[in-house]
């Protein structure tokens, strides 16, 4: 079936196998490319072979539209008949066969990892969430499409502010299927407990006693698997454990400190493509190891690891970021770093709290360095995974803290 449209195409009418509808629908989107071309192509392969190929079951074809140019489709039908193939067994030979030549594309994998530390001395700013979120959005499976709220790289406040209530504002992506560690950096272990896990015994091992040159075997003996088929086993967690309160004192008296934490998880860094480290409410001796993790190290590209500044569309977040900024300038200067700021997060946003919020929001859309990277709403589905120790992708994949965590992970991926 045929109906005509605007320009050179016409839409078109037929069935096709669910699944195979689905692979169609993610390998093109992995590929950067519409529907339509794909199809177009694989009508074109299957009208030039010299054979007919063996049969696809089609007994549970379901409907499928899509535009191909004029004519074509006439053609198609014509060469079906002629070769004595149904029309819906052609159409799906011919999808079936673009798949075979365009399979899937590899993962494209960091030189060098990425360390990104997510940071804010102000508790209370959702630090913990939004390093979480990020995590879970990096390691999303790449054969799967997850909802990602269009980028419109926050170039005005109030249009942006529209799109984190907006639901429309959406696409089905695939996701960027990376390997990802979680580094509980916190002692008062928020992120292991929001992600279903224990945090670990004060008597045992631990990153603390690592980085104080304590450690009693291999850390990566310590890692968990944050387990969810829509992460398979890409996305894992270090757990945090109450020693962490005296890490400061302890780092005091160990040899360059401030690479403590870069020498614990160094070994590690391999298994992974991206590490991202929830850092404490703090400008201690920890913070300083963390920044120094961070730093740009040689040969490695501007911006594949850095800072990640978590606040909130209010005031005393904007007053704790001075003091943050501060210790940042300072290290890099004292300690002659490259230090990159990856952006800031807004988090917590709800334009219903009027003018406070919305003009604090204007306030960070008017920092251009760093830029805000990413606005995350504050609503109930964050709440509710904390609840239940569910990661939020996997509790609410749809929701709008979901789908503005996985744009966030695209800006600083």
Known sequence: MTSPSPGDREKVVSKLPAGLQQDLKIRTAQHGIDIQHAVEAGIKAWRGLGANLSP????????????????HWEEFRADCA?????????????????????????????VIVRRIIVCNQKGGVGKTA??????????????????????????NARTEADAVQDPLEYEDLPGLGLRVLLVDFDPQHHLTNQLGHEALPIEGDSLT??????????????????????????LHLLPACTDAFLLDVKLSGVRAREAALERALMPLEDDYDVILVDC?????????????????????????????????????????????????????????LD?????????HYDARRGYIATSSLESWMEIKDPRVVGVIGDLKEQKEAVRVKRPLLAYAPRCDQSVALRALAREIS
């Open 56 to 71: 696809i079951d089609t007994a549970r074809a379901k409907s499928f539209s899509t535009w191909l140019p004029e004519g």
């Open 82 to 110: 002629a070769r004595g193939v149904s029309l819906v067994q052609g159409l799906t030979q011919s999808v079936q066969l673009w798949l075979d030549k365009n399979p899937a594309p590899d993962v494209q994998r960091p």
């Open 209 to 234: 006693k690592h980085m104080a040159g304590e450690g009693k075997g291999e850390l990566r003996e310590l890692v968990v698997t944050v387990e969810d088929d829509r992460f398979g086993d890409r």
């Open 130 to 155: 939004v390093t979480a979120g990020a995590g879970e959005a990096l390691a999303e499976g790449a054969d799967q499409l997850h909802a990602v709220r269009v980028s419109k790289h926050f170039a």
């Open 280 to 336: 404490p409410p703090s400008l201690g001796l920890s913070m300083d190891a963390a920044a120094y993790y961070g730093r740009r190290r040689p040969k490695e590209a501007p911006g594949n690891s850095g800072v990640l500044v978590v606040v909130q569309a209010e005031d005393s977040s904007a007053d704790a970021y001075g003091l943050l900024t501060s210790q940042i300038e300072d290290l890099r200067g004292d300690m002659d």
């Open 339 to 347: 230090l990159d700021y990856l952006g800031l997060v807004v988090n």
